[in-house]
Structure formats: C-alpha cells, structure tokens
C-alpha cells in the first residue's frame, strides 16, 4: 500500500477514524486519492506519488461494522485508470463505478473525461468527453 486509508464506523462513533488493517502489502494505492463504496468494498483510486496516479483497490471488511474488529479486511487490485486522477471524484450510478476529474501531476493537466468499470471489471473505459455524457 501507497499511504494509510482510514475509514469511519458511524456504528461505532467512539472508535473514531482507523487505519484499515488489510492482509496484502503488495496492492497499490496512493495518497490524496478518492474513494467511494460499490458492493460491499471501499474503492480507492489515484493518488500520491506518481506511480499510484492510474491505481485502484477494493477493500473488504472481514468483520461485521458491530465486531470491535470491524476494520480488518483485504486489499485486491482492480485495473489501472486509463488517465491520472489525483484529488478525482468517484460515484456509483445504477451499480456501475464511475470516476471523473482530478489532474495528472506530472503533466499538470486536469482531467474533463470521466472513467467507469466495464461490468466484469475487468477495464476502465471512457464514459465522458466535453460534448456530454456517454453512459455505455
């Protein structure tokens, strides 16, 4: 892993933010990214430094959000974005992922197109230019 991702519990507000405690260090992700929930998984995408800009994981709880160990999971990587996104925004739409915006550091260009998931999640492809939004 890039950096630490925390998550919050709003079942259990006294726990505060966490660390996410994962059983893979060979899944890349960095700092300064974005993340969204799709299915039962944290996405994190883009990121700092450069070698994570295209990155993205799924994070899956192990434990229920009740367990004192509700943090523990497990990293997989999904496939790289075709475009840098740091400081990008994720959504779900009608159980697809989306990603859009954020700006490729070592260009320094902001991205205007936006990203999704094909349904075997297997590869991010465009889904948006400047004439409007393509929903495929």
């Known amino acids: 892993m890039g950096d630490v991702t925390l998550a919050y519990n709003p079942s259990m507000p006294e726990d505060g933010w966490r660390a996410v405690v994962a059983d893979s260090a060979d899944v890349k992700v960095g700092g300064s990214s974005c993340c969204t929930s799709w299915g039962c998984e944290l996405i994190v995408a883009s990121g700092r430094p450069t070698p994570f ?17 509700w943090y523990h999971g497990a990293w997989r990587q999904l496939p790289e974005l075709q475009y840098a996104r740091v400081g990008g925004a994720m959504a779900v ?7 859009t915006g954020g700006v490729c550091e070592s260009t320094g260009q902001f991205q205007d197109t936006a990203e ?17 939004i393509h929903l495929r």
């Open 93 to 99: 739409m009608d159980g697809l992922l989306y990603i």
């Open 53 to 69: 800009a295209r990155q993205v994981a799924a994070f899956r709880f192990h434990k229920s959000a009740s367990d004192p160990l």
């Open 116 to 132: 999704r998931l094909d349904s075997d999640g297997q590869e991010w492809r465009s889904s948006w230019t400047r004439n409007g």
